[in-house]
């Protein structure tokens, strides 16, 4: 039962920075992202809540399953979870400059460290629970087309 428990918590911590970020976000995008040019495949705006949400609870699975691993590899588990803390903290870092600081070349900067740490994240995760890392698979897909997005509509409205 403490297996499904860590990974409940871990969901909830993630979709919880999630919403967080998503609030962030509620004012300017009605009001200044609509004015920004960006690149043609730009996806429409509804498909960012679903996939987000999806990542979230992959990730939260992902570090749930290595914390699970705790007895067996107890220095690997905790260097994997304090780089999963990091990229969380970077992930929410990355709404707040784009959206509420609307400075869109920090924005593109800091997604760059996200993407690495995410990156290093699956690295650690994956020889700890190879489930874990491939979790974090999709995320790593997603966060870099979001790395693109973001540095093309810094181009495009420099």
């Known amino acids: 039962m403490q297996k499904y428990l860590r990974i409940i918590y871990c969901v909830t911590i993630c979709l919880v920075v999630g919403f967080l970020s998503g609030k962030v976000t509620q004012s300017s995008i009605t009001t200044w992202y609509p004015t920004l040019v960006k690149p043609i495949f730009n996806p429409p705006n ?12 992959f990730m939260g699975i992902a570090a749930g399953l290595i914390w699970n691993e705790i007895n067996s590899k107890e220095k690997e588990v905790k ?7 990091i990229q969380l903290a970077l992930n929410a870092l990355w709404s707040y400059l784009f959206f509420g600081l609307q400075n869109l070349f920090l924005a ?24 874990a890392g491939y979790l974090l698979l999709p995320y790593i897909a997603w966060v870099s087309f979001a790395s693109i997005l973001t540095w093309s509509i810094w181009f495009l409205n420099r």
């Open 46 to 57: 509804w498909i960012f809540a679903p996939v987000w949400t999806t990542l979230y609870i």
């Open 79 to 85: 260097q994997g979870l304090k780089f999963f803390v």
């Open 108 to 131: 593109a900067v800091e997604v760059i460290l996200l993407l690495l740490m995410i990156y290093e994240t699956y690295v650690k995760f994956k020889p700890i629970n190879k489930n």
